[in-house]
Every structure is written in structure tokens, then in C-alpha cells.
């Protein structure tokens, strides 16, 4: 393999020096709705009518009825939690100016592909064109979580190690059970759908970040890709940002239970750049990872994940309680020590569970998206309340 002398532009890693290390930020990817929860394919329509405060924060997706709520980088989770609460506010009162609503979950329950609009923006045009049909597959929701990492040989070594985490934080962070008007017997269906797109994936493991650099930029220099970000894998890194990203996860219809999955990161990436507590036996086993990867997406929370190590199953629970425990210290050190206290309620109550309850409750799919609809912003009160 050709090794560059010098990292390509694109690589250059940026450190941002108004920024501490260890900061974080949200993606959300948010859905658009009709009043009656079928989906509204009108992103270029809201994104225009967005206020400039709210705009800077707002981008489009693939599918025009996705658009994706973007904080700014915080040093707590606390303070970043609180402006994507007011993010959803803004973008909820935007909507309804133009007779819609939004809401949040890894899919919309009923859309099917052969409905699928994709939206009309450059990228997403050279999307279609790249990827033919399959840019028309069920759109998906994403929470896509960044810290800052200081120096990009750190950044590797937490990549590697986080790369071990993928199937805890894919069974915890399961919210998309529900998709083309079924019950798909999945926690998370997002999983396997957004799976039709290439370069996904749980990635390799890379010795140093000049070896990471090469892998992408082979790509971009022979043409398969324009630049970096159509890389979709379930982790990679964000040299511009000077961040690690962590892509795997559902996004989630509540606003807590979205602080506890950051909390969760934010830790695991600064225990993976200091101390690498990830277990090799899982960081190396390629095969081990994509089928603990699989049954998290299957099981959720209550999935059995293969333990190479021990040559037996043990609960995604039981993993989880691990890296809680080992998270605190971090926690103390970050200030997210009430959000990672947050992870129990969620893991009590995930998503997929929650959803199919609601569904079941609340007269089948059309109350699911209602409900959708109503936790998306909800009053003060209950916001204060549930975060």
C-alpha cells in the first residue's frame, strides 16, 4: 500500500484552541410530518423559512423529509443537551408556520421506498446518481455524537478502542422496531436498512492515523468518493472538526435518554484516548464484533453478546453495567455524572420497547407517530421534568 509523505489537506487534524479537549456535540436527524403523521417531503421548503439563528444549525439529509439538528460544540453534556432542546423548540415552531410537524425515532414506522423522495441538493442528487436505487431505500434517523480529541494519534487509539463499544451502545441506543408498516421483529431496523448503503459498518482497526488517512484518501483520490463524509461508518473521525465521531446509535425520541447516550460516549472516548480499558480479544475479532453488532440491532438491550474470551454469551446488560462503572471517574472529571446516572432509566425503558407499547396502546402505527409527534417538543414543564 502507497503511503503519502504528507497527510492530504483533508487529514490535516484541526485543534480548535478556544476549545478544551473532551467537548462535545449532537447530530440529530429529525423527521417532517403531515398533521396526520404521514411524511412531509418538504425539507427544502422548511430550510427556507428557518430563522438565521436556526438555520446555522440545520441541514438537509438524503430524503426530503429529514432534516439534521447540529449543537454546537460544549464542555458538558449538560450544556449541550440544553441547546438541541431548543433547537427541536425552534424547528417545531417553524414547522407548524407551514402546517407540519416534526418528531424523532430511528425510522418512520410506515414509509416504504417506493414513496421515498430524495432531496433535491447537490450531494444529494450525486447521492441517487452514485448510488442508484439504493438512495431511495427507507429513510433513517441517526444520532451522531462528536468529541474533541486533541492530537490525531490519540483520536486512533480511541477509534480503536470505542470500535469494541459499538454493540453496547447499538442495544442501548435501539429505537426504530417499526418499519414499511410491520413490526420487523428488530429493536433497531435502522441497522440493517442503512446498511444498504456502502462503506458502513463497524471499520477496521488502524495502527496510526497517517494509516487511517491513507484508507480514506485511496478512495477519494481514485474517485470513488468526492471527500471524507461519505464514509458512513459506525465510528470514524472528523479531522476538520478535530473530533471523533460516533454514528452507530438510534436517535431518540426523548431528549434524556439522548443525554445519556452522550454522557456515555464522551466517557468511553476519553477512557479509550487515556487509559484503553477495550478488551483486545473484541477489538481484533472482526467476525465477533459484526455478529455482537447484529444481535444488538436484533435484541436490543436483552441481546446475548458473544464473549470471545470466555467462549460464552453474556447479556449487552451485563457489558453496559462494565463500562458504567468504569465511566465514573471520567464522569466526575466531565461533568455528565446526572446523565450517565440517566442510562439506567433508559436501559429499563428502551426505545423499541416503548415504541411497540405506545403502538400497541394507542390504536396501532397512526398513535405511535401522534405520540412521536407530542414528545418531540413538549412543554417546559415536562422537558424539565424528563431531562
Known amino acids: 500500500m502507497r503511503m503519502e509523505a504528507v ?90 408556520g407551514l402546517g407540519l410537524r416534526a418528531a424523532v ?20 442528487q450525486y447521492l441517487h446518481s452514485s448510488l442508484r436505487e439504493l438512495a431511495r431505500r427507507e429513510p433513517t434517523f441517526a444520532l451522531h455524537v462528536h468529541v474533541a480529541v486533541p492530537d490525531p494519534e490519540l483520536a486512533v487509539r480511541a477509534y480503536n478502542g470505542i470500535r469494541a463499544h459499538i454493540p453496547v451502545l447499538l442495544a442501548l441506543a435501539a429505537n426504530s422496531p417499526f418499519t414499511r408498516g410491520r413490526d420487523s421483529g428488530l429493536a433497531s431496523a435502522r441497522t440493517p436498512v ?28 481514485c474517485g470513488a468518493i468526492p471527500e471524507p463524509t461519505f464514509i458512513w461508518w459506525d465510528v470514524r473521525l472528523q479531522p476538520k472538526l478535530g473530533t471523533l465521531e460516533v454514528r452507530v446509535m438510534d436517535a431518540q425520541t ?16 476519553r477512557i479509550e484516548a487515556l487509559d484503553h480499558m477495550a478488551e483486545p ?17 436484533r435484541d436490543g438491550i436483552r441481546a ?36 450517565l446516572g440517566l442510562l439506567a432509566h433508559l436501559a429499563g425503558d428502551p426505545g423499541a420497547d416503548r415504541q411497540r407499547a405506545i403502538a400497541s396502546e394507542r390504536q396501532g402505527l397512526g398513535g405511535l407517530v401522534r405520540a412521536l409527534q407530542g414528545e418531540f417538543s413538549p412543554p417546559r414543564p415536562q422537558l424539565a421534568a424528563a431531562a
Open 254 to 269: 426523548r431528549i434524556r435518554d439522548t443525554a445519556a447516550l452522550v454522557a456515555l460516549v464522551q466517557c468511553l472516548v
Open 304 to 339: 446475548q453478546l458473544l464473549d470471545p474470551l470466555r467462549d460464552r454469551c453474556v447479556p449487552a446488560s451485563g457489558r453496559l453495567a462494565t463500562l458504567v462503572d468504569a465511566c465514573w471517574p471520567h464522569a466526575r472529571a466531565l461533568g455528565c455524572e446526572r446523565e
Open 105 to 124: 425515532a430511528g425510522t418512520h414506522p410506515m414509509v416504504r421506498a417506493e414513496d421515498v423522495q430524495v432531496s433535491p441538493g447537490a450531494r444529494y
Open 7 to 96: 497527510l492530504p489537506e483533508w487529514a490535516m487534524w484541526k485543534v480548535h484552541p478556544d476549545l478544551e479537549p473532551w467537548t462535545v456535540g449532537i447530530e440529530e436527524e429529525v423527521m417532517l410530518l403531515e398533521p396526520d403523521g404521514s411524511p412531509a417531503w418538504r425539507s427544502e421548503d422548511v430550510l427556507r423559512v428557518l430563522p438565521d439563528a436556526l438555520a446555522e444549525h440545520t441541514r438537509g439529509e438524503t430524503h426530503g423529509l429529514a432534516l439534521e439538528l447540529a449543537t454546537d460544540p460544549h464542555r458538558t453534556v449538560c450544556e449541550a443537551t440544553t441547546q438541541l432542546r431548543q433547537l427541536r423548540a425552534g424547528l417545531s415552531e417553524a414547522v407548524r
Open 194 to 221: 442503512f446498511q444498504a448503503f456502502p462503506r458502513t459498518g463497524i471499520p477496521r482497526e488502524f495502527a496510526t492515523y497517517s494509516e487511517y488517512a491513507e484508507a480514506v484518501d485511496v478512495l477519494i483520490r
Open 281 to 297: 480479544e473484541l477489538s481484533h475479532a472482526t467476525e465477533v464484533l459484526d455478529e455482537n453488532r447484529f444481535l444488538a440491532a
